[in-house]
């Protein structure tokens, strides 16, 4: 019965949402084969496809699954937010034709992890006519320490004096890419707006 697969792709994972560009008019633009590096996501995409095929041949599952994905990333500082990252997956294994709707994913287990040597994805799917999930949280005896989590460089940067009687707020703007100091008035839009890129940077990648 074809109702379990599993794929691996090699490579740091990369987001949907980080190479989606809106323009001046507030329309999105995807790129595919403009040749710069926004293009990376299509390819990215289409490697997904390609890998959850050939390591599944002949597998197709169309019922509601479980998915349980890890994801090895190359750097602790610098990788997208993991709960992003699952579009980008799931729309390759669409394209791939081992599921037929993303929509069939109804349970959903995330993991992040770090591997400076092989970045990379793993994911497991589970038909639900088969398998079932379980799963416990609990308290730890002796508590670790926090792994602490600093605001995005992409950011609105807030400097905050504060005097006796007076306290001034200073915002700055820069750029996602280059991280200089832009004018919100004259820049674009990237990332669902989370992403500001100066006209210098955007006729570079365009």
């Not at 949907?16 to 633009?29: D, E, P, Q, T, V």
């Not at 306290?167 to 890419?177: P, Q, R």
Request: with cysteine; proline share 4%.
């Amino acid at each position: 019965m074809n109702n379990y697969a599993k794929i691996i792709v090699k490579g740091s994972p990369i987001s949907k949402s980080n190479f989606k560009l809106f323009n001046l008019k507030g329309r999105a633009i995807l790129p595919y084969n403009s040749g710069k590096y926004h293009d990376r996501y299509a390819l990215y995409e289409e490697e997904i496809a390609y890998e959850a095929r050939a390591q599944n041949p002949h597998v197709v599952i169309s019922e509601s699954v479980i998915a349980v994905l890890k994801v090895y990333y190359k750097s602790r500082k610098r990788h997208p937010d993991t709960n992003n990252i699952t579009k980008s997956i799931f729309d390759g294994i669409e394209k791939s034709g081992l599921i037929v709707n993303d929509a069939q994913v109804r349970k959903l287990i995330i993991e992040e992890f770090y591997d400076s040597e092989n970045p990379r994805f793993e994911l497991e799917l589970f038909g639900e006519s088969s398998y079932c999930i379980e799963y416990s949280i609990t308290k730890r005896e002796k508590p670790n320490t926090p792994l602490e989590y600093s605001p995005p460089s992409n950011k609105k940067v807030n400097l905050i004096k504060k005097d006796k009687n007076i306290s001034n707020e200073i915002s700055t703007l820069l750029c996602g890419i280059c991280s200089k100091t832009i004018n919100k008035n004259s820049c674009i839009s990237a990332n669902n707006g989370k992403t500001l890129i100066c006209k210098d940077c955007f006729k570079k990648l365009f």
